[in-house]
């Protein structure tokens, strides 16, 4: 997007994005460079810690 009008026209019409949107944009765009084995990797450690953080959250706190 080197187009500065268009960039203009979109940041009026939409705002700034907030600073979660562009981290999320930036991961993406680095998951989507990485081979396929790589990306099934990521995708299982999130998941792997995902499921540890909620199984921890869910314990009962007796």
Do not use: Y
């Amino acid at each position: 997007m080197k187009n500065s009008t268009f960039i203009a026209e979109l940041h009026t019409k939409l705002g700034a994005p907030s600073s979660d949107a562009v981290e999320s944009l930036r991961l993406l765009k680095a998951f989507l460079q990485l081979a396929p084995g790589q990306r099934v990797e990521v995708i299982e450690l999130v998941e792997r810690l995902t499921s540890e953080r909620s199984s921890e959250t869910d314990r009962p706190l007796s």
